[in-house]
């Protein structure tokens, strides 16, 4: 799981977080937990990860692309690139959202994001692990919310 926090968006943002209408930070929570799932899915599509340093994903291995392009392809419409780590779409659609006292914490429900964000042979970063964070056109887009909204 990983937690965004709005005073990590940017250190203009910092300083006023504690002053922010409790009303106007609900708003900024249920705009977030949808924008950064879009944002999320949208940079897994392209092949990329949403994890800032990480670029794009590794590329499938000789045994997987074999499969693809044996029956993968055929009953799923996989394709070897971009490496957009979709198959039945079931593990994407697994990705979760919700607001938290702090900011908002988003998470995968499926086992097989785990093995994706490291504990497979070779890591494809879905969600950043303890000190990483999102890559800075996620945070920006947050940012952007949380600057409407509150009008800074």
Not at 32 to 59: C, F, H, Q, R
Not at 131 to 144: G, M, T
């Amino acid at each position: 799981m990983a937690t965004i926090k709005p005073n990590e968006l940017s250190k203009y943002l910092k300083n006023r977080v504690n002053d922010a209408n409790k009303k106007t930070f609900k708003k900024w929570q249920t705009r977030a937990k949808k924008e950064i799932k879009v944002e999320m899915l949208e940079y897994i599509s392209k092949g990329k990860s949403p994890v800032e340093g990480e670029g794009n994903y590794e590329k499938y291995s000789d045994s997987y692309k074999k499969q693809i392009r044996k029956s993968l392809s055929k009953k799923y419409g996989k394709k070897i690139r971009p490496v957009n780590l979709k198959l039945t779409g079931a593990m994407l659609k697994s990705l979760k959202s919700r607001a938290t006292i702090k900011g908002i914490s988003v998470w995968f429900s499926s086992k097989i994001a785990k093995y994706h964000n490291g504990d497979g042979r070779v890591r494809r970063a879905l969600l950043p692990r303890d000190n990483e964070r999102f890559n800075r056109p996620i945070r920006n887009k947050l940012a952007d919310i949380y600057i409407k909204l509150f009008k800074l």
